[in-house]
């Protein structure tokens, strides 16, 4: 079965610069959700989008800005790179309930 | 504020034994409560549950929802050292409100052979 795609899967950037991260959802899924999991902890939401729109933000910096394109695939766009941003950046997909989560890209800001 | 509490942080059994993870949770807008495995990857989908008292089972895996008392237990059988892993505990909001996940902050399970 089709799984949520994601990339890159690691990714390396010095301060400052500039990261794009994509996710492709699952086939029909309609609503994308981005997480970020730093080093032993939890995931924490990021932002969410349902049909193209922004459906919920969470503690995203203001650095960073996402948006869902027609095709329902994602971008996380994250500027001025600060060391703390080094984390795992999970995308899930839905359709109801669940979500399915892609396999992560793995940032680390130098 | 809304959170999510797994219990324990962490565990160290024997293959073959019976393991039991809490989650326990305080959440405004609650939908649904889900429970995933994660491998040094990415977070593996195993049970959703929405309602009270029904359990829902997959091989040696099951897992309760109570809506009153607000937690969930996750059972693994006869844990095997391919069970070692995080569990994390998420609790979904309801769709009109944006359907994001809040996170437990997991337990670690170590199966030994």
């Known amino acids: 079965a089709a799984g949520v795609i994601q990339s890159p899967r690691h990714l390396i950037k010095e301060k400052r610069e500039t990261a794009t991260l994509k996710c492709y959802p699952i086939p029909r899924h309609d609503t994308v959700y981005w997480y970020q999991q730093g080093p032993g902890q939890d995931p924490q939401f990021l932002i969410s989008?349902?049909?193209?729109?922004?459906?919920d933000k969470g503690s995203i910096p203001d650095r960073f800005s996402a948006q869902q394109f027609s095709d329902y695939h994602s971008e996380l766009n994250m500027s001025s790179l600060e060391l703390g941003d080094s984390a795992l950046y999970f995308c899930?997909?839905?359709?109801?309930?669940?979500?399915?989560f892609g396999p992560g890209t793995r940032l680390t800001v130098l | 504020e809304d959170k999510v509490v797994q219990s324990p942080l962490s565990l160290v059994v024997h293959e073959g034994d019976t393991v039991t993870l809490n989650c326990s949770y305080e959440v405004t807008n609650f939908r649904s409560l889900l429970w995933y495995k994660q491998e040094k990857k990415a977070p593996t989908f195993l049970f959703m549950l929405?309602?009270?008292?029904i359990e829902k089972k997959s091989g040696r895996l099951s897992s309760i929802l109570d809506k009153k008392e607000l937690f969930s237990i996750l059972n693994i059988t006869a844990t095997q050292t391919g069970d070692s892993a995080i569990y994390l505990c998420a609790v979904g909001y309801l769709y009109n409100q944006g359907g994001k996940l809040i996170f437990g902050q997991g337990t670690e399970l170590s199966v030994k052979p």
């Open positions: 989008f349902y049909e193209k729109m922004q459906s």
């Open positions: 899930a997909s839905s359709s109801g309930y669940e979500q399915f």
């Open positions: 929405t309602s009270s008292g």
